[in-house]
């Protein structure tokens, strides 16, 4: 593989310098490199992967979701640096975010991207393969399938395959066919058989088949008893070639994948509404330029060198793999490889119980806040929540945002539903990165069912997780009621990804929604929207505060501390409140998932700050903050991470928590059993590295305690109840 030319600069993002006492900063830079960190925070989902201690199929699926993460990332990052050197962008960055170019960013960082390929192929090869094949679990080769298998595999290739193949030779009257974002398809290298006695061998060309979408990447085979064969569906394909391509010889084949610009780019005053223009976007974006060509190592130079120019490609944007080109697909070995004993234990979430004298969910409400921790506690409560109020007739109206959700909804469903007999409004985010399409058909099929349908404020994508209904309760009352979370309306998420939910009928915070909800619809700000933070109004300046509070506290000789749970950390003006505070002497506690640009434990800087990231079965998504504020602690809530995109690019919401035993559940149960885990937690060192938490005592993994302390929850004998009443 090709590796791009090595920067000058240290590949860390900035050096860490030994100082004479009271010397300060101790660092070149006071910021990490945002990418660089996010390539870090993949390097410990592929550590998962790597790690004998998960079970195997899970590791399997680790590494597919590194993949997936990686397209991702060069779809949007890499694609957006390389447009900027594309359009003249040379100045270096600030000195303290590493003073780099543009291009000298993408140097290091495509040494990064390459070391990382090298890393999962190693890790597919050497690790997982031969503890599959140990397992009686194989991806076999053609040439090694048995009679039985092969006239399997070919039965399907008739029946399934063939009829979707669209075979192409490249010459004067076959153009180059447009090959779509992350399509898969196998490049042949060919030649005519047909010419004259005595003429010169005809020049060989180049054949493309595109290897259909809608057929599963890995073909199941019978088997020896016990055990589970499977044929790559390209390696089927490949086999056949010379039945697509009669008349030619094929000289060589192998399969390539090219990853193109993702970036969505609005033009309003040429768009008619954002639906349009988002659709017109979506077209555009399967036919961006390439970032990357993937092509297995196999391929002989000149089908690389053919691709590769074809597609205007740099030589280091050529990735030749040592395995399977598209690693997401292995996804589907997990799913179809029916071995329970090589996967995590299932796991059944604890489900909502009504209290015994309430009468449905509407009257426990009025009596108490419920907060729901996902997947810990059950999704079932919150789509519960929707589908009581559409079937209940003394709901007047429901409000509610859709960032991402499922195709089979029961929430999308309800609110279909309830638009027969209530007045029902949803607020759609048609730009929810690579969930546009869909969300253009839910958008239609809501707004053809009667629903009320917007798309928030234009310029900020609708980020926020909010629910609110109107309803006359039997004592007469209008009263609003409330879903406020941090994660998004779906419940196939929901199952593996941590979250927050609170059910309120609190007027303080249900009346301060109803403001929110005017704002996405009418663009009409308030004055206030206390007690919530909403980005991007108030939430910015309000967070910088909160942290501010507490350094004053500190200096006061007043109890102070921050403990912090998000998915990414980069946004500059918060990162220096921090650093601030930890100067003041507040401690800091940080749990990132993902990206952290924050440089923590440097000396006359940010010796107060810990930063830890927890990678483990559930993708921690959850945005928990405590404040100690002098001993009276507030914790807060919401969708909004600490980047500027979610502070001032987006419409965010972030909530109080006021019930004290909510508070102390958050605050005991929650964060605190994140900072004592010792066994999935990797902590961030000045240098910008991360390295395991010491194992000091008895192993401790966060999610497997709250996993355990939901089945104790379940194994009480109360029985469920529904939550619309019996």
């Known amino acids: 593989m090709t590796v791009a030319k090595k920067s000058t600069k240290a590949r860390t993002g900035g050096t860490v310098k030994k100082m004479a006492a009271g010397d300060a900063p101790l660092v070149d830079s006071r910021f990490l490199d945002r990418d660089e960190s996010w390539m870090k925070f993949n390097r410990r989902v592929l550590e998962e992967a790597e790690d004998p201690e998960n079970p195997l199929l899970e590791r399997v699926k680790f590494l597919a979701i590194t993949a997936s993460n990686l397209d991702e990332f060069l779809e949007i990052r890499v694609a957006g640096t390389l447009q900027r050197i594309e359009d003249g962008y040379s100045m270096p960055s600030l000195p303290d975010e590493g003073g780099l170019t543009p291009q000298e960013r993408l140097d290091r960082l495509s040494e990064r991207i390459v070391d990382f390929v090298h890393a999962q192929y190693r890790c597919w090869n050497d690790l997982l393969l031969p503890a599959l094949k140990k397992e009686r679990i194989r991806v076999l080769r053609w040439e090694d399938l048995s009679e039985a298998a092969r006239n399997h595999a070919l039965q399907f290739y008739a029946n399934e395959v063939d009829p979707l193949l669209t075979p192409v030779t490249i010459d004067p009257s076959h153009p180059f066919p447009r090959v779509l974002n992350k399509a898969l398809c196998l490049g042949l290298l060919l030649r005519h058989r047909r010419r004259q006695p005595g003429a010169r061998a005809a020049a060989s060309v180049l054949g493309v088949v595109t290897v259909p979408r809608s057929l599963p990447r890995l073909i199941s085979l019978p088997g020896e008893e016990g055990s589970i064969d499977f044929i790559m569906l390209h390696e089927l394909i490949e086999a056949q070639v010379e039945k697509m391509f009669r008349g030619y010889e094929v000289l060589a084949r192998a399969a390539f994948r090219v990853t193109r610009n993702s970036n969505l780019y609005l033009q309003e005053e040429e768009s008619r509404s954002i639906l349009e223009s988002v659709r017109t976007e979506l077209h555009n974006r399967r036919k961006g330029d390439a970032v990357r060509l993937e092509i297995e190592s196999s391929a002989p130079e000149e089908i690389a060198e053919r691709l590769r120019i074809n597609f205007e490609l740099d030589p280091w944007q050529v990735f030749h793999t040592d395995g399977p080109v598209n690693l997401s697909r292995l996804m589907n070995l997990y799913s179809e490889s029916k071995r329970p004993n090589l996967k995590f234990a299932p796991f059944a979430s604890k489900e909502f119980r009504l209290s015994p004298k309430s009468t449905d969910i509407f009257d426990e409400l009025r009596k108490r806040d419920v907060m729901l921790h ?23 109206s429901m409000k509610q945002t859709l960032y991402r959700t499922s195709k089979d909804s029961p929430i ?12 029902v409004t949803v607020v759609v985010e048609l730009m929810a990165r690579f969930d546009e399409d869909s969300n253009i058909r839910w958008a239609r099929e809501l707004e053809d069912a009667g629903v009320g349908v917007y798309h928030g404020i234009y310029g900020y994508k609708t980020h926020c997780k909010l629910a609110l209904l109107v309803r006359r309760d039997p004592d007469g009352v209008v009263r609003r009621y409330a879903h406020l979370g941090t994660g998004n309306y779906n419940p196939i998420t929901a199952r593996f990804y941590t979250d927050i939910s609170l059910l309120t009928c609190r007027v303080e915070l249900t009346s301060a929604m109803q403001k929110v909800f005017n704002y996405l619809t009418a663009d009409t700000e308030s004055a206030s929207y206390d007690p919530l933070l909403v980005a991007p109004i108030t ?25 912090a749970k998000m998915n990414g950390l980069i946004d500059r003006r918060t990162i220096e409140a921090l650093y601030a505070a930890s100067q003041a002497g507040v401690e800091i506690d940080l749990i990132v998932r993902g990206m952290c640009t924050l440089r923590p434990g440097v000396k006359g800087l940010s010796e107060k700050i810990r930063v830890r990231s927890i990678v483990g079965r559930f993708l921690e998504h959850s945005r928990i903050f405590q404040f100690h504020n002098g001993g009276e602690d507030e914790v807060y809530c919401g969708s909004a991470d600490w980047m500027p995109r979610n502070l001032v690019e987006r419409c965010e919401v972030v909530f109080p928590v006021t019930q004290a035993d909510l508070k102390k559940r958050l605050m005991d149960e929650i964060l605190k059993t994140y900072l004592d885990d010792n066994t999935k937690a990797r902590l961030l060192h000045p240098d910008g590295e991360y390295r395991r938490a010491p194992k000091s005592g008895t192993p401790f993994t966060a999610q497997d305690y709250l996993m355990g302390l939901a089945a104790e929850a379940s194994e009480e004998k109360a029985p469920v109840r529904k939550l619309a009443g019996d």
Not at 379 to 396: H, K, L, Q, R, T
């Open 374 to 396: 996902h997947p810990f506690d059950s999704y079932s409560a919150v789509e519960g929540f929707i589908e009581a109020a559409a079937m209940d007739p003394n709901v007047i």
């Open 412 to 423: 999308f469903r309800a609110l279909i539903e309830a638009a027969q007999s209530k007045d």
């Open 539 to 563: 939430l910015a300046d309000k967070l910088v505060g909160l942290i501010e509070r507490e350094a004053e506290h500190a200096k006061a000789g007043r109890p102070a501390a921050i403990i």
